[in-house]
């Protein structure tokens, strides 16, 4: 598999809690979502089955060929397109009820043009869906990410563009925090030997390997020390009204 961006997988045991906390929105959305709905960056299909069920139509655009061809594959029924985004070329305008991208917007150079392109295929009275880490909890640069919000940052770029923003984040119980605070501990002993603060200092291209191999080999090791891991679910997390103090950010605009 073409890989493009980071990957939390469904099916290695130290991803749980992570691919627990992305699938969370998801579950969410389906209870939302209805009409034509368009999923910017669709990845694997980690929601796939909860917004295909939950919408009359299903169009979902991302970059990585391969998983597009496979997913094109798996459910004819809906629509996949191969595109780096954005803009949305090729989509027109006022054509979609809904949207959802959830922790997209951090891979984007261009998120004006991003938030723009999503307000323009929407139509009028349609919603986007969006969700994104909260950078006030990052535990190190993520050098995957172009960039992280605080949450009046990502305010202020949607309401250039749309009306109305409801904010709103994803945080978790007692369980999915006690998880957070393992792995903050762990991640500090990782970058104790960050003496220079290469992490921030050097291109974000050349920090992807050895950031991929150590967020591996950190949540191996979590997975091994605590049971916490295996254990946490979707429902351990909630919507907080309160997006400052929460892991993400779960912003929906409406046109």
């Given amino acids: 598999m073409y890989k493009t961006t980071e990957i939390t997988s469904a099916e290695i045991a130290s991803d749980n809690p992570v691919h627990q906390r992305l699938l969370f929105p998801y579950v969410e959305a389906a209870q939302l979502v209805s009409g034509n709905l368009l999923e910017i960056g669709c990845g694997w299909g980690r929601g796939l089955e909860l917004l295909t069920k939950a919408a009359d139509h299903y169009t979902g655009i991302d970059k990585n060929t391969d998983l597009i061809?496979?997913?094109?594959?798996?459910?004819?029924?809906?629509?996949?397109?191969a595109a780096n985004i954005p803009p949305l070329s090729g989509l027109a305008d006022n054509t979609f009820d809904f949207i959802v991208t959830f922790q997209v917007i951090e891979h984007i150079e261009n998120d004006d043009l991003f938030?723009?392109?999503a307000h323009r295929v929407l139509k009028p009275g349609g919603k986007l869906l969006l969700t994104t880490v909260n950078k006030t909890f990052s535990l190190t640069r993520n050098p995957w990410h172009v960039r992280e919000y605080q949450a009046d940052e990502l305010k202020t770029l949607m309401r250039k563009y749309f009306p109305a923003v409801d904010t709103r984040g994803v945080h978790g119980n007692e369980k999915v925090m006690t998880y957070y605070e393992q792995n903050k501990a762990s991640v500090k002993k990782l970058t104790r030997f960050d003496i220079f603060n290469l992490q921030y200092r050097l291109p974000r291209r050349l920090l992807q390997v050895p950031y991929d191999l150590m967020n591996r080999l950190n949540r191996n090791q979590l997975h091994q020390a605590s049971g916490i891991a295996a254990e946490i679910d979707h429902t351990d997390y909630l919507v907080s009204t309160n997006p400052a103090g929460s892991l993400d950010f779960f912003y929906i605009a409406t046109k």
């Fill in 69 to 81: 061809a496979a997913l094109s594959a798996e459910y004819p029924q809906s629509t996949f397109i």
């Fill in 115 to 117: 938030i723009k392109e």
